[in-house]
């Protein structure tokens, strides 16, 4: 039952590039892309509260390997090649700082889209000598936006089959308490670098895909902090801890951010901080979380 | 030439140790990763460009009126921004992801502010910038005055640690917050204090970095870091071990940049941290017990 209408809901989602003009479909594309990172965001950092704020890094890699291989290989190719490269960074990554406390992750993370940043412009400056990129693909933004909604189809397959998964139950258990979990045999390392380089696929697969919508990128757009700290509100908004969960943060907040970027170009960040301090104090488990504890109140 | 770039290696490098100083006083007292850290240092560095620039005083006044207010906003985060999520924190994991969280929100609004008043331009000032000769290489003279200050400020705070009984008190705090109320010491208070002395610091180093470093209004977030590293270098809480790590960061910035290539000073402090949460996850000084 509930498959039939979510095929149903996927099918209308898909008419969306028929019905809307082009300011439309650039919202709606911003909405979806935004979907995947949240989602893709609270796969690892919902259960296990590791705050990774790195979505960028990976993001960019993606938005990265389009601009290079985009005109000599096949697409499926390219999109490969964009998540080999974020499971090596993210393997490399996972293995070094998930085996301590959360604190090292999230300032590794902190750091890893301006170390990417900086190591792509050295590389840059250096080698080719440009600093900036071209990307010219016949791929169209409805074409674009298919593809993100069939990715974001795919992290919510995903999610749903590690809830129900081993991987799920001791990612949960690590959540909870990991020297209880590790204590009930439950390889803790392994299970967080699993998940980590799982969710980080995801996000370069939306970069790799984005990445023509641009045209034209240098690594200040492409690593541009603010996306990684736009995903990270949205996710919070919503309440990760629920597979649906960041969806709910993701369509007020890209709305309330569009008309900010529109009305107050200037003070955008400060706005965009502000909503994010009052959605830390006043809704810290989610718009979910509240409407879980709203509902069950009267019965 | 290798002495001229090491010379101005030690002096990164205490600026680093001093601004590690605070950050390891708001975490390791008062528990709060606090993100938005650097974004204070900048802070501190624009209002020593607007003492010298727009009222044409000195920098070294702005030492002294700088750190006091930056004092008061701090207490006041604490106090009105961060208590609320001490109180409703259960775990110190719990606090420590929500102090993340706001933080990082805070350092939004303050990086939001200083991109409205200043833009992004890269601002820096000529002050005391005349060579000096020192043991056969060349010195800035704001360079080494700034390093002079760095090490009067990180020795007063040594001294006050250790040898007050307030400075015992912040100690004691960071050791055990649990058995440190059970010796009649006021946690909270001390805690706030001791954030409060981290903004004061670190609004110092601002002053002082604004003297011989350019700057802009996004360069916060690199400082955050580069305290960060320096925290967990040296150790959580250690003051020793901030100046050692502090050095280590600052020389090798400079070696590399100088003889390899100023586009990689990045990667190599990155190298250095990894190397260091490989084999030494505790930091250089630190004790095992985290």
New interface residues.
């Given amino acids: 039952m509930s498959a039939v209408v979510a095929g149903l809901g996927v099918a209308a989602l898909a008419c969306v590039p028929l019905l809307l003009g082009d300011y439309g479909l650039s919202l709606a594309i911003n909405i979806v892309s935004y979907t995947v990172l949240a989602t893709a965001w609270s796969l690892f950092s919902g259960p296990t509260r590791y705050v990774s704020l790195a979505t960028v890094a990976f993001f960019g890699i993606g938005a990265y390997t389009t601009a290079v291989f985009a005109e000599t290989l096949a697409w499926p190719l390219v999109l490969l090649i964009a998540a080999a490269i974020s499971i090596s960074v993210a393997g490399i990554v996972g293995l070094s700082t998930l085996r301590l406390s959360g604190v090292y992750f999230v300032i590794f993370t902190l750091g890893l889209a301006e170390l990417v940043r900086q190591l792509v412009t050295w590389y840059e400056v250096n080698k080719t000598r440009t600093l900036g990129r071209y990307v010219f693909t016949d791929i169209t933004a409805a074409q674009i936006y298919w593809q993100l909604l069939a990715l974001a189809v795919l992290v919510f397959a995903v999610g749903f089959l590690i809830g129900r998964s081993r991987l799920g139950l001791a990612l949960r258990a690590i959540g909870d308490d990991e020297t209880v979990a590790r204590h009930s045999g439950i390889d803790a390392t392994r299970a967080k670098v699993a998940l980590f380089v799982l969710s980080t696929v995801f996000m370069t697969l939306t970069g790799a895909i984005m990445a023509p919508r641009w045209t034209y990128i240098d690594p200040a757009i492409a690593f541009n902090p603010v996306i990684s700290f736009t995903v990270l509100i949205m996710a919070l908004l919503g309440g990760v801890h629920r597979l649906y969960g960041p969806v709910m943060g993701v369509v007020p907040l890209a709305l309330l951010f569009e008309f900010l970027l529109a009305r107050f170009p200037n003070h955008f960040s400060i706005m965009v901080g502000v909503v994010f301090i009052l959605v830390v104090y006043a809704i810290p488990r989610g718009i979910v979380g509240l409407v879980e504890r709203t509902v069950r109140w009267p019965a | 030439m290798l002495l001229e770039v090491t010379l101005s290696g030690v002096t990164l490098g205490g600026m680093y140790a001093l601004v590690a100083m605070g950050l390891t006083l708001q975490y390791g007292v008062a528990r709060i ?1 606090n ?1 938005s850290y650097g974004e204070l240092l900048i802070a501190a560095a624009f209002a020593a460009f607007w003492f010298y620039s727009g009222l044409s005083l000195s920098p070294l006044l702005g030492l002294i009126v700088v750190p006091p207010l930056a004092f008061a906003a701090s207490y006041a985060i604490y106090r009105y ?1 961060l208590q ?2 001490v109180r ?1 924190a259960k775990t110190r ?1 719990q606090l ?3 102090s ?3 933080t ?10 200083m ?2 008043l200043f833009g992004g331009a890269y601002y820096s000032y000529s002050f005391l910038s005349v060579p000096l000769q020192f043991a056969g290489a060349i010195v800035a003279a704001n360079r080494l005055l700034a390093l002079v200050l760095a090490v009067v400020i990180g020795l007063g705070l040594f001294l006050g640690l250790t040898r007050t009984r307030l400075g015992t008190a912040v100690r004691a705090v960071a050791v055990d917050p649990v058995a440190a109320q059970l010796v009649a010491i006021d946690v909270r208070t001390a805690s706030a204090l001791a954030f409060a002395l981290g903004g004061a610091l670190v609004a110092a180093s601002g002053v002082l970095v604004s003297m011989f470093l350019t700057f802009n209004a996004n360069l916060g ?2 400082f ?2 580069k305290a ?2 320096v925290v ?1 270098m040296g150790g959580v809480g250690n003051l020793l071990g901030a100046l050692i790590a502090g050095l280590i960061l600052g020389l090798t910035e400079n070696y590399v940049a100088t003889f390899i ?1 100023p ?2 000073t ?2 190599a402090t ?1 190298a250095i ?2 190397i260091v ?2 084999v030494r ?1 505790q930091g250089l000084l630190g004790r095992a017990d ?1």
């Fill in positions: 990763m993100l921004l609320p999520l409703r994991d420590e992801v929500d993340i969280l706001a990082f929100g805070l350092l939004f609004v303050i990086q939001g502010v991109l409205a977030v690199v955050t870091l960060l590293i967990i290539d586009g990689l990045l990667a990155y941290f990894l949460l490989l996850p985290r």
